[in-house]
């Protein structure tokens, strides 16, 4: 056991964004604050988000942009720490933003921005920040409070917040420790997979697409479930882009999924007018109009590919105009953790108060962020989820 003993009002485990976040808060209110991460940096993820250009919410926020077991729980930190609020504070800062497709924020310059105002809000607030700090054991002892060991110090809390994110990109650090803790103190804990993440291919599919590798679309992809639309990205391994991204939170293994290549057309009209129109033509250079050549090859077979479209018959037109507008795919699996965005399940949300994020069953232990059973879309949702979880826990911690 180590030897240096330090009491704080709260320990927060984790240097993310929802740590970061509630160590201001928490700071704000007069309370004496401590914040363990055992990464060399804070806020690695932050600086490393959307490109380095941090995304860092998103215009259109509700209840509907996230996935969870209690799919209520989110609405009560989503709608007392808002978008616009976190927008206030970088505004506040002077730091320069834009908006790009479906409402999302990105910084001008740099993620880093985002990241040091957060450091400079932390350091306001009085809190303060221990880095290469590993976490050996935690216990409630039956007086108030908990016990934490790290390599170095026993620490005394009144409260614990775990903010240690999920499971995604584990060179970002990334470990299961929030999920240990959960489960240490029997708090229920749904199972985690990756979330936000590229599809690999089944084997002689990949063989056929991986030549396309860079190769973006516009598209429409959908399960029995949900759709999406965006950009689909070709890969060496696989499927990837925004479009592909989103529909892979809420796939399950062995399903297959349908893209429709062509989201604006009515390719069946457009090829029975074509026929009338241009009846010599061949139909993949006819089909070049809307798709690139190689992607043309790699869906239609060459004997149809090369027929001029008068010698088609309606029922080969229907087979095209459904190849590329309700291609049918069924993916091998996904990249796994090593790319994802996004860990989905966690902390059960029934376990926490949605006003505290405290648990019901130990007093003064409080979950935020990534690893609590909410998970957002692509496009500054998580981020959001982050700094609105993590605002309401540092109210009351």
Not at 59 to 65: G, L, Q, R, V
Not at 184 to 204: H, M, R, Y
Request: aromatic share 8%; with cysteine; charged share 15%.
């Amino acid at each position: 056991m180590p030897d240096k003993a330090t009491q704080t009002d709260v320990l927060i485990i984790g240097a993310s964004a929802a740590g970061l976040m509630c160590a201001i808060e928490a700071g704000k209110r007069g309370r004496k604050v401590i914040v363990l991460d055992h990464a060399n940096k804070p806020g690695k993820k932050i600086l490393m988000s959307g490109g380095g250009r941090c995304n860092f919410t998103n215009n259109h926020i509700s209840a509907e942009n996230y996935i969870s077991h209690n799919p209520h729980f989110c609405k009560s930190a989503l709608s007392r720490y808002t978008q616009w609020d976190f927008i206030g504070l970088v505004n506040q800062y002077h730091i320069p933003y834009h908006e790009r497709d479906h409402g999302q924020l990105f910084c001008n310059d740099s993620s880093k921005d985002i990241l040091d105002m957060l450091l400079s809000e932390s350091e306001q607030a009085g809190a303060v920040i221990e880095l290469n700090t590993e976490i050996n054991h935690i216990e409630k002892p039956e007086s108030n409070g908990f016990q934490v060991n790290t390599q170095y110090t026993r620490y005394h809390a009144q409260s614990l917040v775990v903010a240690t994110g999920g499971l995604s990109i584990p060179k970002m650090c990334a470990t299961p420790l929030g999920y240990k803790i959960a489960e240490q103190f029997a708090i229920k804990v749904w199972p985690t997979s990756a979330g936000l993440v590229p599809f690999t291919l089944q084997p002689e599919d990949k063989q056929r697409f991986s030549p396309l590798s860079g190769i973006a679309i516009d598209s429409l992809v959908s399960n029995q479930r949900t759709s999406f639309r965006g950009n689909i990205l070709f890969t060496h391994r696989g499927l990837s882009g925004p479009a592909i991204l989103q529909i892979s939170s809420y796939w399950q293994p062995g399903e297959i999924i349908s893209i429709n290549l062509l989201p604006d057309a009515n390719l069946l009209e457009q090829l029975k007018q074509a026929q009338q129109q241009h009846p010599q033509k061949q139909l993949k250079t006819w089909l070049t109009q809307f798709l690139p050549k190689r992607v043309i090859s790699a869906l239609v077979e060459t004997p149809l590919a090369t027929s001029t479209l008068k010698t088609l018959s309606h029922k080969q037109l229907l087979a095209i105009s459904e190849q590329l507008q309700a291609w049918r795919i069924k993916p091998n699996g996904t990249e796994g953790y090593r790319t994802a965005e996004v860990t989905l399940g966690g902390v059960d949300c029934d376990a926490l108060s949605s006003k505290t994020m405290e648990s019901r069953s130990v007093p003064g232990l409080y979950f935020i962020g990534e690893v609590v059973d909410v998970s957002g879309w692509l496009g500054g949702y998580n981020f959001q989820w982050a700094w609105s979880s993590a605002w309401c826990a540092g109210q009351y911690v």
